[in-house]
């Protein structure tokens, strides 16, 4: 499956963005779909992720109650809705899918987008 991401932008603090992710590909709803980040001189780290019926879905703890992951396998899309973005939220966003193990590991996922740049601004 190839995806690509759409989205991002420069956004003040305390503001919202939304991802989206769209895969090619008939089988999209098998896949489960996770977010990754990078900040600058950082390594990628995981964000959110949900399972191929969108029946479960994670957070890293630092997103919690802010970010919300969703999908629409009839649109082979994947969502992710930012709120009360901070600062410390800059980073290049990866669309990432997997079809097992951890939903945290990002070696867990085969097929990646290109990254998409998130910019808060104090």
Do not use: H
């Amino acid at each position: 499956v190839q995806l690509q991401a759409f989205g991002g932008g420069l956004v003040q603090a305390g503001g919202s963005l939304r991802f989206s992710c769209t895969a090619s590909g008939r089988t999209f709803s098998s896949y489960a779909m996770g977010w990754f980040r990078q900040a600058p001189g950082k390594e990628r780290e995981f964000v959110a992720a949900i399972s191929w019926s969108g029946g479960g879905t994670y957070y890293t703890d630092s997103v919690k109650g802010r970010f919300a992951i969703s999908r629409n396998n009839a649109k082979n899309t994947v969502y992710l809705q930012m709120n009360m973005l901070k600062p410390q939220d800059t980073a290049v966003y990866y669309c990432a899918a997997k079809s097992g193990g951890s939903y945290t590991i990002s070696d867990n996922y085969q097929n990646w987008g290109q990254g998409t740049l998130v910019t808060v601004s104090s």
